[in-house]
C-alpha cells in the first residue's frame, strides 16, 4: 500500500510562494500524483497532476501559470511549487495517487486513493 506524506506548507505573504512536497513510502513507478486543496467550507479542489506514463501535466484554471508539479521518481517524491500566491490559495493541500494507464491524468476522476493527511498552505499579509 502506498503511503503519502505531504510536507512544506506554512504562512506566506500575498504574492510570495510555497513548496510543498509529496513523499511517498515505496517506488512511485507508474502511478500518477495530484494534488488537491480544501479551504474552510468549501468542496475539495483539484490543482494539479502529473501523469506516471510520459508525466503529462495537468492544472486547474485556477493556478495555471502560478504552480508547477514536478516528480523526481529517484526520491519518490512529487513537488508543488506555488508562486505568486493569492490570499484565496490558502487551504490544506493534500496529495494522492491514482492509475490511469496511459492516459493522462485527471484530477477530477474519482479514481483517486492513498490521500495524505495534508499540510496547510496560508496566505496573508
Known amino acids: 500500500q502506498l503511503q503519502l506524506v505531504e510536507s512544506g506548507g506554512g504562512l506566506v505573504q500575498p504574492g510570495g510562494s510555497l513548496r510543498l512536497s509529496c513523499a511517498a513510502s515505496?517506488?512511485?513507478?507508474?502511478?500518477?500524483i495530484g494534488w488537491f486543496r480544501q479551504a474552510p467550507g468549501k468542496e475539495r479542489e483539484g490543482v494539479s497532476c502529473?501523469?506516471?506514463?510520459?508525466?503529462?501535466?495537468n492544472y486547474a484554471d485556477s493556478v495555471m501559470g502560478r504552480f508547477t508539479i514536478s516528480r523526481d521518481n529517484a526520491k519518490n517524491t512529487v513537488y508543488l511549487q506555488m508562486n505568486s500566491l493569492k490570499p484565496e490559495d490558502t487551504a490544506v493541500y493534500h496529495c494522492?495517487?491514482?492509475?490511469?494507464?496511459?492516459?493522462?491524468?485527471?484530477?477530477?476522476?474519482?479514481?483517486?486513493?492513498?490521500w495524505g493527511r495534508g499540510t496547510q498552505g496560508t496566505v496573508s499579509s
Open positions: 494522492a495517487a491514482g492509475t490511469f494507464g496511459f492516459k493522462d491524468c485527471d484530477t477530477s476522476a474519482v479514481r483517486w486513493g492513498n
Open positions: 515505496g517506488s512511485l513507478g507508474y502511478w500518477s
Open positions: 502529473v501523469s506516471g506514463y510520459g508525466g503529462a501535466t
